[in-house]
């Protein structure tokens, strides 16, 4: 929270879906995919760029198992646009965790050169 408010970031989001949700026979990755379209009007209104959206394939360093599914990074202006989407009345942050087994939300601050 200390970050400065005006400074532009990166969300750097590692997913990693359930095989089957608790609740019906779909997979997280298809409710992740239902939050993805919930939550498109809510990144539109707070001016968010999703930069990279793909499938993470091996691990070059690290472990051999690869932990991660999915990885999503998305560009925000300020810190302010990320806090004020989330708490927005009707973002559907249930519908993404619902998806999810383990994930993994860092927040990246661009360094000058």
Same mark, same amino acid.
């Given at each position: 929270?200390?970050?400065?408010? =005006?400074?532009? *970031?990166?969300?750097? +989001? *590692?997913?990693?879906?359930? =095989?089957?949700?608790? =609740?019906?026979?779909?997979?997280?990755?298809? $409710? &992740?995919?239902? &939050?993805?379209?919930?939550?498109?009007?809510?990144?539109?209104?707070?001016?968010?760029?999703?930069?990279? #959206?793909?499938?993470?394939?091996? +691990?070059?360093?690290?472990?051999? %198992? *690869? %932990?991660? @599914?999915?990885?999503?990074?998305?560009? &925000?202006?300020?810190? +302010? =646009?990320?806090?004020?989407?989330?708490?927005? @009345?009707? #973002?559907?942050?249930?519908? $993404?965790?619902?998806?999810? %087994?383990?994930? $993994?939300?860092?927040?990246?601050?661009?360094?000058?050169?």
């Amino acid at each position: 929270m200390a970050m400065p408010i =005006d400074a532009p *970031l990166q969300m750097l +989001n *590692l997913l990693k879906f359930k =095989d089957k949700m608790d =609740d019906s026979d779909i997979s997280g990755a298809e $409710r &992740y995919k239902e &939050y993805m379209k919930a939550a498109i009007p809510f990144f539109e209104k707070s001016k968010a760029k999703v930069n990279f #959206y793909g499938d993470a394939k091996f +691990n070059l360093i690290g472990p051999q %198992e *690869l %932990e991660w @599914d999915k990885v999503l990074i998305v560009e &925000y202006a300020q810190k +302010n =646009d990320f806090i004020n989407m989330i708490t927005t @009345d009707g #973002y559907p942050s249930e519908m $993404r965790k619902s998806a999810l %087994e383990d994930s $993994r939300l860092i927040f990246c601050e661009l360094n000058e050169k």
